[in-house]
């Protein structure tokens, strides 16, 4: 583990972004590393790309964060530009790992090329079923409330206001996980919702497992890894039918889709599933079934192959 110096994203100061450093190629070639990894290569995986073309490794990129989305919601501008440094940055490496189909056609209609698919594992020993607990939800909805949860960054780009209709459902209690920037104007947006603040770990899996419907609302996401949660804890979900939940939401059979920014469809669509607890009980039970098998091992397993690809390309090239 080698330390970098940061700074706070302006906007947002829960957010760090490493400075660039001389340190990362410093310890690429201390490790004798036969390949690079670059996560998020945007500021800090810039320096890493750097590295490793100058010591001849090749390099694998995974795509993570849309951010020409995040340009266009905090700054209204540069989307192109952050499309310039994405086909830079990826253009440069030997494999780019895109974690939905989404991403991956995003990707290359921007003109990245090799580009691969690499989804993301959920824990099911963690997030599962059984962990439902009704003394939590007696607290929550003390009334006997169907149970909607939001979990997530607070943010502008995740448009969790969406959810004022669902807040105002008669029998229908809102629970929001996690904090941001936008949690102060979002307690005023929902009234009467239950804000949690961050909650992590075995104490998540609870709140997930104890929920009766899982909404989310961000239209920006390359994957979405609180949707998995929420079904391998058992729980139906409403989406936006875009990015990332279009490959984990099977529309009709483990939740919902919903046009995106669509106030008014999120609102139907928790109301259509808050009447209908045996359709809940059915999506649910579907939703934990469908990412059995996406567990971190078998996902790390994939990683390992496109490794083993990559150094087997470059190994044939040079003979």
Known sequence: MVRVPSLPLPGYPQVRVALPSRRVAAAIADHRADLVHLAGPFVLGVRGMAAATRLHLPAVAVYQTDLAGYARTYMGTGEGTAWRRLRAVHGAADRTLAPSTAALRDLEDHGVARVRLWPRGVDTERFRPDLRDDALRRTLAPGGEVLVGYVGRLAPEKHVELLAPVAALPGVRLVVVGDGP??????????????????????????????????????????????????????????????????????????????????????????????????????GRAARAAVEGRTWTAVGDQLLDHYAEVLRDRTAVAA
């Open 182 to 283: 936008s949690a102060p104007a979002l307690r005023t947006a929902l009234p009467g919702a239950h804000f949690l603040g961050r909650r992590t770990g075995d104490d998540l899996a609870r709140i997930f497992a104890s929920l009766d419907v899982f909404a989310h609302t961000g239209p920006y996401e390359t994957f979405c890894q609180t949707v998995q949660e929420a079904m391998a804890g058992g729980v139906p979900v409403i989406a936006p039918a875009a990015g990332g939940p279009l490959d984990l939401v099977d529309h009709g059979r483990t939740g919902l889709l919903v046009p995106p920014h669509d106030a008014g469809a999120l609102r139907a669509a928790v109301a259509l599933l808050a009447a209908a607890p045996a359709l809940r009980r059915e999506y």
